[in-house]
């Protein structure tokens, strides 16, 4: 609709978005019916087909719902989650939730299906209660029920006495495992070449590290750098850090020609793919210059600008590499992968092929599209990352894919629905079409 032409009044445009909103809320509601239903026709008696929850990479073994609610196939999740265009983590999570409702927080899924509970609501409510045993859950769907709506601090207050009242083991185990929870989180690089960190640390650790900051901060300001203190203490991470890492030697792979040089220092791989026709950025007449590089472990654009910073720091290591030729396919007679291939096929893919999976391909298994047993090579044409539970699905169960052109993957799910996977993700095709009564 051209936005100019549209005549309606402020009060028909709220009364529009309102009854938008109850639609929206109607279909919500029917999803989670919908799913409820789908769940009771796919439990499984068998742990080790039944869907749980991934940390990471790794499968916990968890139930995507607390105890007592269903086990559900795992495989048949995949496709669920492909349908509802959710990546498989998320997915996993959202209908994970609903079952937590339906089976465990009966009061609550009411709520939502009567239409007095968001449902994104009653989906934190389940995030709490899942770790809950039975008689913990029952007791904060009965509370809720009678105080009505609760704020989420007093609902965290509600849950952990549910804990105390009916797991007094586990508030235990909770309280002294407390100290295991510290950790130091590093996020992925922005467009700017920067990151956010996270930490939990012992509270005197923490006092010892905001003094340390805080003095070098104060030394730079007295040695001249003019940036402002949260600056200045942000840089001193890295002048701590850098004096901790640790003394390597100059070699040369014979297999890949790469050549490394390396000091302590910071260590950051840059992968930088040129062309004949590529020349230097500073050439700004030059229509083919490239002022962007990619950082391969940040998974981010790099300018120019930030490359050469990171190169003119002190102590900084240097790795020069052959170029990697994307199209190369030169098959090895052995079913192990050689680097050089492994890394050919991560370039190329980045993250694992199935529909919507985010799990990055350095971390993936390579799946021989032609199984090696039956003569498929071990190329990178014949090469597909899988992260290790959509692995599974493609050798265990009906998920099959076909490779259309090196990079781009048809899926066929258990019940015949396709997805097209490439480089700018995936694609839900057409359903397949009902026979007609006569065919």
């Known amino acids: 609709m051209d936005l100019g032409t549209d005549t309606r009044s402020d009060r028909a445009l709220l009364s529009d978005l309102s009854k938008g909103v109850k639609v929206r809320q109607a279909a919500l509601v029917k999803e989670w019916v919908d799913i409820a239903t789908w769940a009771r026709r796919n ?27 269903p086990l559900v196939s795992e495989f048949n999740l995949m496709e669920l989650i492909a349908v509802l ?11 994970g939730r609903i079952i937590e409702c339906a089976w465990r927080l009966p009061g609550i899924y009411t709520a939502v299906i009567e239409g007095r509970l968001e449902p994104w609501r009653a989906e934190r409510i389940a995030d709490l209660t899942r770790p809950l045993n039975a008689e913990a859950a029952a007791f904060v769907d009965r509370q809720l029920a009678a105080v009505g709506g609760v704020g989420w601090a007093q609902l965290e207050r509600l849950v952990q006495e549910a804990v105390i009242r009916f797991d007094p083991e586990r508030a235990e185990a909770e309280r002294q495992a407390a100290a295991d929870a510290r950790r130091v989180d590093v996020g992925e690089v922005d467009a700017n070449g920067q990151v956010e960190s996270h930490s939990v640390l012992d509270a005197a650790d923490a006092h010892d590290f905001d003094l340390a900051l805080s003095r ?18 942000s840089k001193s991470v890295g002048d701590m850090a850098r004096q901790d890492l640790s003394l390597d030697l100059l070699f040369t792979d014979e297999e890949t020609g790469e050549v ?14 040129i062309t004949d026709t590529t020349l230097t950025s500073d050439d700004v007449d030059n229509p083919f210059a490239n002022p962007v590089g990619r950082w391969d472990e940040g998974r981010a654009p790099i300018s120019i600008a930030q490359i050469k910073e990171w190169l003119r720091a002190r102590d900084t290591t240097i790795i020069v590499r052959p170029v990697i030729d994307l199209a190369d396919c030169v098959p090895v007679d052995s079913y192990e992968i050689p680097d050089r291939i492994r890394r050919r096929v991560e370039q190329r893919d980045h993250t694992c092929r199935f529909p919507g999976c985010p799990h990055r391909a350095s971390r993936c298994d390579l799946d021989h599209a032609q199984p090696h047993g039956q003569g498929g090579a071990t190329c990178p044409c014949n090469l597909v990352p899988l992260c290790r539970r959509h692995h599974r699905a493609k050798t265990h ?37 009902s026979p007609a009564p006569d065919e």
């Open 397 to 433: 169960s009906r998920w099959r894919y076909t490779i259309v052109l090196p990079g781009h993957y048809l899926w066929t799910s258990p019940h015949g629905r396709r997805f097209l996977v490439g480089p700018d993700g995936t694609r839900a095709l057409d359903p397949p079409r």
């Open 260 to 273: 490394v040089a390396q000091s302590p220092g910071r260590k950051v791989e840059l992968s930088v793919h």
């Open 43 to 69: 439990i499984v008696t068998s742990p080790e087909q039944a869907a749980t929850i991934v940390d990471g990479i790794i499968d916990t073994g968890v139930p995507i719902a607390g105890a007592g609610a």
């Open 85 to 95: 265009g959710r990546s498989p983590d998320g997915g996993r999570g959202y209908v």
């Open 216 to 233: 070098r901060a104060k030394i730079r300001g007295q040695l001249g750098d003019t940036d402002s203190f949260d600056v200045r203490r």
